[in-house]
């Protein structure tokens, strides 16, 4: 697997997961429509926000997968020790926020999503002058942007990981420092 397809395919799925995460918060409605007297049963008009939330989850979720891959991934079939990795200071940064970023993001669908889902479900409330509420505004667009994030930053750490990946393997170079060439050596 190359580098740029895994670059590719992290970005499309981080950028999916925020175009739907935006129109998820775009097409939720304010609240739902309360009927009864002594019961409130809570009608919400159809929409797409709960389907949306899920599927810009499950993209988070596949651009992290490929992140984490383009991480530990052994390229060209050679593996580099995880301790050869993380000395670079930077990459264990970058990985740290990426992660942090990607649990943020997941967590904030998972909970919007979910949190809209219930209230569709549980509809029938013992409480009169219930106001039928929604999920919490911002919720999926802030979570859009985290994805969006984690995405990206999963992006760096894939880069920061190929310049760990080329020194580490510059350091093993059998022929020494270049100090030590002769002009009389052949290559």
């Known amino acids: ?20 995460g935006v129109i998820a918060e775009n097409k939720k409605p304010a609240a739902g429509i309360p009927f009864g007297k002594d019961i409130t049963i809570c009608k919400f008009p159809s929409d797409p926000t709960v389907a949306l939330g899920s599927v810009s ?21 050679v593996s580099v020790p995880k301790p050869a990795l993380f000395k670079s200071t930077v990459l264990s940064i970058f990985f740290c926020i990426a992660s942090i970023c990607t649990v943020l993001g997941g967590g904030m669908m998972l909970w919007a999503t979910i949190t809209e ?20 505004t911002g919720l999926f667009g802030g979570a859009a942007f985290l994805s969006l ?39």
């Not at 697997?1 to 739907?20: N, P, Y």
């Not at 989850?57 to 079939?77: D, E, H, N, R």
């Open 1 to 20: 697997m190359k580098t740029s397809q895994l670059a590719i395919s992290m970005a499309f799925l981080g950028i999916l997961a925020f175009i739907l």
């Open 57 to 77: 989850f499950v993209a988070l979720v596949f651009s992290t997968v490929i992140g984490l891959l383009s991480v530990f991934y052994p390229y060209g079939g």
């Open 117 to 136: 889902g219930l209230h569709h479900v549980r509809n029938v409330h013992h409480t009169a002058n219930y106001a039928c509420p929604t999920a919490k």
């Open 149 to 187: 994030d984690a995405s990206f930053l999963w992006l760096v750490c894939l880069m920061l990981t190929h310049n760990a990946r080329a020194d580490y393997l510059d350091e093993a170079d059998p022929k020494g420092d270049y100090g030590e060439v002769l002009a009389t050596m052949n290559a």
